[in-house]
């Protein structure tokens, strides 16, 4: 498989991951890679195309979401059924929801970005508890099989009530729980997968821990991370219909 990554630049782990997807959907969809073929392994792919391994993990774990391969246990990732990543059909609502999806994240990623940078040094012990008690709430509900974006609402919420600054916690009830994605979009597995839902929990894990250390640019940028992974998710979606 060609390197088809350009690395001598600098670039962001999220550009990277983006540029990864393009080029193993590409693949897929033209036919290069065909339903059953294994891909290569993660070491593989890390020196096929220049990039480190959580670029890689990224990476797969969208294309998996979008039903483009499946991992099977002990023996590797595969290409899925061509066909697989349309066996559901969004609603027209949920269509219509798309573009204002990704306008959606864009600002969330500037606005709570900075909200966990400032809650990273703001934040008080209560509101540390409220975020790891609306954490634990979305890990139970997981486990449990149940809606989550409740949880995963009070969760963002909580950082923003940690910043101290009101205009945060105001931008954000604005919007309500469909500022969380995977609500308005009822039809799409991801809403239920518990994989899925386990990875975006631990990105949860990830913003939650820079800010109980008062890591503000490893909070800033584990927010960032969080919300363009999703973005990323949406963006596969929004190039599939």
């Not at 573009?99 to 040094?121: H, N, Q």
């Not at 940690?162 to 729980?177: C, E, I, M, S």
């Amino acid at each position: 498989m060609a390197n088809g990554l350009r690395t001598n630049a600098p670039r962001g782990r999220q550009r990277l991951a983006q540029q990864l997807i393009d080029q193993l959907r590409g693949q897929i969809e033209s036919g290069k890679l065909r339903e059953g073929d294994q891909l290569p392994t993660e070491p593989q792919l890390e020196a096929s195309f220049g990039v480190s391994r959580t670029v890689v993990r990224e990476a797969i774990a969208d294309l998996r979401a979008a039903g483009y391969v499946k991992p099977v246990q002990g023996k590797g990732v595969f290409v899925s059924d061509p066909k697989s990543h349309q066996t559901f059909s969004l609603t027209p609502v949920e269509i219509n929801s798309i573009p204002e999806t990704l306008e959606l994240l864009e600002f969330r990623m500037a606005t709570e970005g900075e909200a966990a940078a400032i809650a990273a040094y703001r934040r008080t012990a209560e509101q540390e508890a409220a975020m790891r008690a609306a954490n634990r709430r979305m890990a139970n509900l997981i486990e449990e099989g149940k809606p989550t974006v409740e949880a995963d609402y009070e969760f963002h919420m909580a950082i923003a009530a940690a910043t101290n600054n009101r205009f945060y916690v105001d931008v954000l009830r604005h919007f309500g729980p469909r500022a969380i994605p995977r609500g308005q979009f009822p039809t799409l597995p991801d809403a239920s997968d518990r994989e899925y839902l386990n990875k975006v929990h631990a990105e949860h894990v990830a913003i939650l821990s820079a800010i109980a250390e008062q890591d503000p640019d490893r909070a800033r940028q584990a927010m960032r991370d969080h919300l363009m992974a999703s973005q990323r998710r949406y963006r596969i979606l929004a190039e599939s219909q």
